[in-house]
């Protein structure tokens, strides 16, 4: 099925605010949304903008970040399908929080501020949904401020290098082998630095021995001694 066929009853059921709804319940959500197709590098909303809704992403990925005013960028997260986005603003009624880009060709469907609130006072377990949902962003926003508090650029590199090897790694003789973003700018707002400290860390782990580079392209050669140095370090 391509694309634009899928159903989008077939992706809001994998989003946890909505579940739990009736055949007739999930009929009415899938008619007031509205699919919205954005390319790659285009901006969704900005930070400060008037929330004009929520967005499900139905494929591809987009980034949420904070900005400063130098320009540099934190990233908070990448959301996929069956991601919901923007749950707080739509909720208590204030402007976007963060931006969000495309950062692959994709769809969101988009749902009104109006149609949200309509569906909440109808379906009051919503509400409760949302509440938990925002309650664990909450704790993943508190996890990347201790982190940025209290570790060094190293501790957070390392750290991501496990996380993308634990998530999308394939195993080899040589050790794990992931695929690094695009650019290392974009490498640096993920862990909160700035692209020459990237660089210098990991020409450092390349020479102890932890890994090795070819581009875009990291084996993890000693995954435990990386598990290690977060020990350490923790």
């Not at 009853?9 to 319940?25: A, W």
């Not at 008619?31 to 900005?46: D, L, W």
């Not at 931006?99 to 109808?122: G, N, P």
């Not at 634990?166 to 700018?185: C, M, R, S, V």
């Amino acid at each position: 099925m391509s694309e634009n066929k899928v159903d989008p009853g077939q992706v809001l059921r994998k989003v946890p605010i909505f579940s739990g709804l009736s055949d007739v319940e999930w009929n009415e959500l899938s008619q007031r949304v509205v699919p919205r197709k954005y390319p790659n590098g285009e901006m969704i909303f900005s930070e400060g903008d008037a929330c004009a809704g929520l967005f499900v992403v139905q494929s591809g990925h987009i980034r949420i970040f904070k900005s400063s005013a130098s320009g540099r960028e934190q990233v908070l997260s990448i959301d996929g399908p069956g991601s919901s986005v923007a749950e707080l603003p739509v909720f208590d009624g204030g402007s976007y929080p963060a931006s969000a880009v495309a950062v692959t060709d994709c769809t969101l469907l988009f749902l009104s501020k109006q149609d949200f609130h309509a569906l909440c006072m109808k379906y009051p377990e919503m509400a409760l949904k949302v509440l938990r949902v925002v309650g664990g962003r909450l704790r993943r926003l508190v996890g990347i401020i201790e982190e940025l508090s209290f570790t060094t650029v190293r501790h957070r590199l390392v750290a991501l290098l496990l996380r993308l090897a634990k998530t999308e790694g394939n195993k080899t003789e040589q050790g794990i082998t992931i695929t690094l973003p695009a650019h290392n700018q974009e490498l640096a707002a993920q862990i909160g630095t700035v692209r020459e400290l990237v660089s210098r860390n990991m020409s450092r782990l390349q020479q102890e021995g932890m890994i090795e580079q070819d581009g875009r392209t990291v084996i993890l050669k000693d995954p435990m001694g990386l598990q290690r140095t977060l020990e350490e370090a923790g």
